[in-house]
């Protein structure tokens, strides 16, 4: 079962959805994308976020309206507003009507991305510290430290976004696609056999020693996982 925090990100500009989940996911998040206020509320009922980020000019109903009809349903989920809107009006009807926060676009990922965070910690959905664990290799998020069989293992920048991004997907096969959009962003525009380097440089230092943890499912990608 995943036990990643939801994220629901609303926008009818799919560069903006993609760009906004993947930053989320690289964090640890799991996330699912909608592009009109109606898709946005069965999302809403089915899935059950623990956050919205929340487009407010969407093609059928805007964001207030969804915002509403949520809370209407019984459901306090923290919502953060995006717009092109800068207005002090468009502010306080976002927050009067139950929004937790409000960005204006253009804005910066980092800044959404720690708003959220800030969200869910609130409401005890996102641990402080939180630790990423397979088998005896650990991560710690907060002190940016990686473990694996109680000996600190050293990587580089890049190394620790890749491990990072296995871990928060243990036990799912991730395609070579997947992990240079989250790891190198989706304007990447090198070499795709770097995702295999790097999972060779990543295996020397951390799968060295049993049980083997990332393996290579042929034709598709790599996955992180304890051997049974």
């Known amino acids: ?16 959805t993609f760009l906004v989940a993947s930053a989320l996911e690289l964090t640890g998040m799991a996330t699912a994308t909608a592009a ?6 069965d999302q809403v009922a089915r899935w059950r976020p623990d956050a919205v980020v929340l487009d407010v000019m969407l093609p059928d109903l805007d ?39 409000y960005l204006v676009k253009p804005f910066e990922v980092a800044e959404l991305v720690a708003r959220v965070q800030l969200r869910l910690r609130r409401q005890g959905t996102l641990a402080v510290g939180r630790r990423l664990r397979c088998a005896d290799l650990e991560m710690d998020s907060e002190r940016h430290e990686v ?30 696609e997947q992990i240079l959009d989250h790891v190198w962003s989706y304007d990447f525009e090198g070499d795709a056999s770097v995702v295999d380097t790097y999972v060779s440089y990543l295996r020397r230092k951390v799968d060295h020693l049993p049980p083997k943890l990332i393996h290579t499912v ?11």
Do not use: W
């Open 63 to 101: 964001g207030f309206t969804v915002l509403q009809r949520v809370r209407d349903s019984g459901n306090h989920v923290p919502v953060v507003f995006l717009t092109a809107r800068d207005t002090t009006e468009d502010r306080v009807r976002g927050l009067r009507d139950g929004g937790d926060d």
């Open 218 to 228: 042929r034709g598709i990608g790599f996955c992180l996982r304890a051997e049974r």
């Open 147 to 176: 473990i694996r069989a109680g000996s600190p293992v050293h990587l580089s920048p890049t190394e620790y976004k890749l491990l990072h991004y296995l871990l928060v997907n243990t036990g799912r096969v991730l395609t070579r």
């Open 36 to 41: 009109t206020g109606r898709d946005a509320l």
């Open 1 to 16: 079962m995943d036990e990643r925090p939801r994220v629901l990100v609303v926008d009818d500009e799919e560069n903006i």
